[in-house]
C-alpha cells in the first residue's frame, strides 16, 4: 500500500512551452501533497506544499506563477512549469500525505525534466 | 540553517562487507531524524526513523542511532547485499506538526557480487 504514481517519467520540451506534472496516490487518499525539486548531486528540496482544495504553500525563493500547483482532489495534485528555460531542468519529486495510519509521506519516482 | 551533511559517494563495497553512510546534521530544534533509500526507478522509501537522543531505528538489517552529543545518525549494515544498492538519503524533521523534510544530498551505494 501507500504508492505515488508521477507521471510522465520524462519529459522534454522546448524553451518557452509549458509541461504538467501529475502526481497521484494510488490507494490512499493525500490530505497534503508536496513537491520537491533535485538538482544534480544536491539534495531534494522542497517547493511547496499543497492541501486538497487550498492555494499551495511556496517555499521561499520559489516563484508561485511559474510553477503553478493544483491539488483539486484527494488522489491527485499537478505541477505545471510555465514558460519553461533550460535552467528549469531538474527532476521533480513528489510526495503524499494521507491522515491517521498514513501520516509518513510517500514519495513518487520522480520526473525528469529537460528543457531544450 | 538546518541543514544535514552526508558523505558523497559513490560508495562501492563488494557483497557481505560492513557498511556505514555518516550523516550529521545542524537542527535550531529538536529534530526527527531519517534514512531514506531509493532503489533504481523507483520513489523514496522511508528505510529507518529516530525521534530523540539515543533512539536507534532498525530496518532490513540496517541500523542507525541518533547520537545528539556529535549531531550524528550515521547508517550501518554488517553484511550488504547485492540488492542493497541503490541511494541513500539522510534527512531531517523539526517539530511534530512541522512537515518541511530536510534532506542531504543522497549517498549512491554500490555492492558487487
Known amino acids: 500500500g501507500a504508492v505515488v504514481s508521477q507521471h510522465p517519467s520524462r519529459v522534454i520540451c522546448k524553451s518557452g512551452t509549458s509541461v504538467k506534472i501529475e502526481c497521484r496516490s494510488l490507494d490512499f487518499q493525500a490530505t497534503t501533497m508536496f513537491w520537491y525539486r533535485q538538482f544534480p548531486k544536491q539534495s531534494l528540496m522542497l517547493m511547496a506544499t499543497?492541501?486538497?482544495?487550498?492555494?499551495?504553500?511556496?517555499e521561499q525563493g520559489v516563484e508561485k506563477d511559474k510553477f503553478l500547483i493544483n491539488h483539486a482532489s484527494l488522489t491527485l495534485s499537478t505541477l505545471t512549469v510555465t514558460s519553461a528555460h533550460p535552467e528549469d531542468s531538474s527532476f521533480y519529486i513528489c510526495s503524499a500525505r494521507g491522515a491517521g495510519g498514513l501520516n509518513e509521506q510517500y514519495f513518487g519516482p520522480g520526473t525528469r525534466l529537460t528543457v531544450t | 540553517g538546518d541543514s544535514v551533511t552526508q558523505m558523497e559517494g559513490p560508495v562501492t563495497l563488494s557483497e557481505e562487507a560492513f557498511l556505514t553512510i555518516n550523516c550529521t546534521y545542524t537542527?535550531?530544534?529538536?529534530?526527527?531524524l531519517f534514512w531514506y533509500v531509493q532503489y533504481p526507478g523507483e520513489g523514496l522509501q522511508l528505510l529507518l526513523k529516530a525521534t530523540k537522543a539515543d533512539d536507534k531505528g532498525s530496518n532490513k538489517g540496517f541500523e542507525a542511532t541518533y547520537r545528539k552529543e556529535t549531531t550524528s545518525f550515521h547508517l550501518e549494515k554488517g553484511s550488504v547485499q547485492v540488492s542493497d544498492s541503490a541511494v541513500y538519503f539522510c534527512?531531517?524533521?523539526?517539530?511534530?506538526?512541522?512537515?518541511?523534510?530536510?534532506f542531504g544530498k543522497g549517498t549512491r551505494l554500490h555492492i558487487l557480487p
Open positions: 537542527a535550531t530544534g529538536y529534530p526527527s
Open positions: 534527512a531531517l524533521k523539526i517539530g511534530h506538526r512541522d512537515d518541511k523534510i530536510i
Open positions: 499543497s492541501n486538497e482544495g487550498s492555494k499551495a504553500t511556496y
